[in-house]
């Protein structure tokens, strides 16, 4: 069993119904998770990697609302401006609180929908954060040349970056042989350019030798600040498992959200349904010791 699933049972009991079988909505969850990661998104193609990645993508421009984001969605899977003042800064703590939220919002999800959903969001955002600096900083350095030199240095670049050579993030060209023969064909194809091949060779080299170390680094954020979230997620499970808090509480929930006569006096068998209902603990709190 998946601790994140072992997680999701433990945090049943804050459900309003008996149903166990929900379906996660991909669509809702995401929905969800954009509105805490994603502000500005269609301005910002870094947003989700600078809330919700890491702090070396950069700190995010300050947001003007929650309005355009949520327009014509949802308000029942997307998070308020009002609840957005509680998510922390800290880009990895907010991604463990916006998992948090979202799971409660979005019936049937788990933090393993949240990974299947989100992390190739995040990892595509902070692929984007790293090539958009570097491309920056390259488009800089060739402005300081001559006319003819810049125009070279685009229509190369241009061409190198291709999806069919080696991609905006250069991950196909990671070795030099394959970059070598792409930056050859690219070469001829611009003519006039001999004078500045070898310039534009070396720029265009450091420029994917530096993508290619800050797309590793953005990413090994990302994976430190999951397995930070499930740690934490552990620790809570084993808490909730101490002198049966956890196991009390269930019943309790049960009584008052999903019992008639909320388990009161001479109801003992909605006390009873409660109480096999949340047995379910004993099997996880036992798993997880």
């Known amino acids: 069993m998946k601790k994140s699933t072992l997680f999701f049972i433990l945090g049943l009991f804050t459900c309003p119904t008996l149903s166990v079988a ?3 909505s991909q669509m809702n969850l995401t929905r969800c998770l954009d509105s805490v990661c994603a502000i500005n998104v269609s ?4 947003a989700r990697c600078q809330y ?3 702090s070396s993508a950069g700190t995010p421009p300050t947001a003007s609302g929650m309005r355009s984001l949520s327009l014509g969605q949802s308000a029942s899977y997307t998070l308020t401006e009002d609840e957005l003042e509680d998510a922390p800064t800290d880009p990895g703590q907010r991604y463990i ?9 979005v019936s049937g999800c788990t933090a393993d929908d949240v990974s299947d959903v989100y992390d190739k969001l995040i990892e595509q955002s902070c ?6 600096a570097q491309m920056s900083a390259t488009i800089a350095d060739a402005n300081k040349q001559t006319a003819s030199a810049t125009s070279c240095m685009t229509t190369i670049r241009a061409c190198i970056i291709d999806e069919k050579r080696c991609g905006p993030d ?4 990671e070795d030099d042989a394959s970059f070598n023969n792409f930056f050859s064909s690219c070469s001829v194809e611009a003519t006039g350019c001999n004078d500045y091949i070898a310039d534009i060779r070396t720029s265009l080299i450091e420029a994917r030798d530096t993508a290619i170390k800050n797309a590793d ?3 090994a954020g990302i994976v430190e600040s ?3 979230a499930r740690e934490q997620k552990l620790y809570s499970a084993q808490e909730s498992c101490k002198d049966d808090t956890a196991f009390e509480s269930c019943i309790e929930t049960i009584c008052q959200r999903s019992m008639p006569n909320k388990c009161a006096a001479g109801y003992e068998s909605e006390r009873s349904t409660a109480t096999l209902f949340c047995q379910f603990y004993e099997v996880a709190c036992n798993v997880l010791e």
């Open 127 to 132: 692929k984007a954060a790293g090539v958009t």
């Open 22 to 24: 929900a379906t996660c």
């Open 170 to 173: 250069y991950s196909a060209c």
């Open 217 to 219: 680094a953005l990413i």
């Open 43 to 46: 301005s910002n193609p870094a």
């Open 226 to 228: 999951y397995q930070t």
């Open 52 to 54: 919700c990645g890491t």
């Open 97 to 105: 609180w916006a998992t948090e939220q979202c799971i409660a919002k």
